[in-house]
C-alpha cells in the first residue's frame, strides 16, 4: 500500500498486531512514540531496501545494524523480523540472488542477539516470485496481486 507516513501512524497503534514496512529511523520512532502513549508495545519488521534503489523506500542492508540498535532500545518497539521488496523481474527466479541475501542479512542479525530483537518473520516475495523467496528462506510472502487482481494504476502527464 506505500510507504507509512508518520502522520497515520496514530490511526495503526493499537489496532494492528504487525507493522511490515519500518524503512526508517524516523519512522520507527514515530510508531514507538505512539506506542508508548497508548501504553502497548508494537510488533514491526524492518523494511530493507534489498535492491538499493533509489525511487524505494527501505533501510539500506549497510544502515541496518545501526537502525536495530537505535529502534531496539524503545521498550514500545519488538523488531520481529525483516521485509523486503526486491526490484521487479520478469522472471520467477531473477530475484534469487535478492532473496538470498536478505536471508544472510537475517541470518547474521540473528547470530547477533540483540535484545529486544526476534527474527522470527523473514517477509519477501510477493505473487509473481513467492515460490522462490520461499526457496531462500521467507516465511512470509504478499500475494494480493494473485487474491484482488492487478492494482489500477493512473498514469498523471504533466
Do not use: W
Not at 30 to 43: L, N, S, T, W
Not at 98 to 119: G, H, P, S
Amino acid at each position: 500500500m506505500g510507504t507509512l507516513q508518520t502522520n497515520k501512524v496514530k490511526y495503526l497503534i493499537g489496532k494492528v498486531s504487525l507493522i511490515q514496512s519500518v524503512g526508517s529511523v524516523h519512522l520507527g520512532e514515530a510508531i514507538a512514540k505512539e506506542a508508548e502513549k497508548r501504553g502497548v508495545c508494537q510488533d514491526i519488521l524492518l523494511e530493507v531496501n534489498i535492491g538499493r534503489e533509489a525511487a524505494k523506500s527501505g533501510l539500506p542492508p549497510e544502515e541496518l545494524h545501526d537502525a536495530i540498535v537505535k529502534l531496539s532500545a524503545k521498550k514500545s518497539l519488538h523488531i520481529r523480523g525483516l521485509m523486503a521488496i526486491p526490484p521487479v523481474a520478469d522472471e520467477k527466479t531473477k530475484n534469487s540472488n535478492y532473496f538470498t541475501e536478505m536471508r544472510q542479512v537475517f541470518i547474521d542479525i540473528l547470530t547477533k542477539k540483540y535484545d529486544n530483537v526476534d527474527m522470527d518473520y523473514l517477509s519477501m516475495g510477493m505473487t509473481n516470485d513467492f515460490e522462490t523467496a520461499i526457496a531462500c528462506g521467507a516465511n512470509m510472502v504478499r500475494v494480493g496481486t494473485a487474491i484482488f487482481g492487478k492494482r489500477p494504476y493512473q498514469i498523471v502527464s504533466p
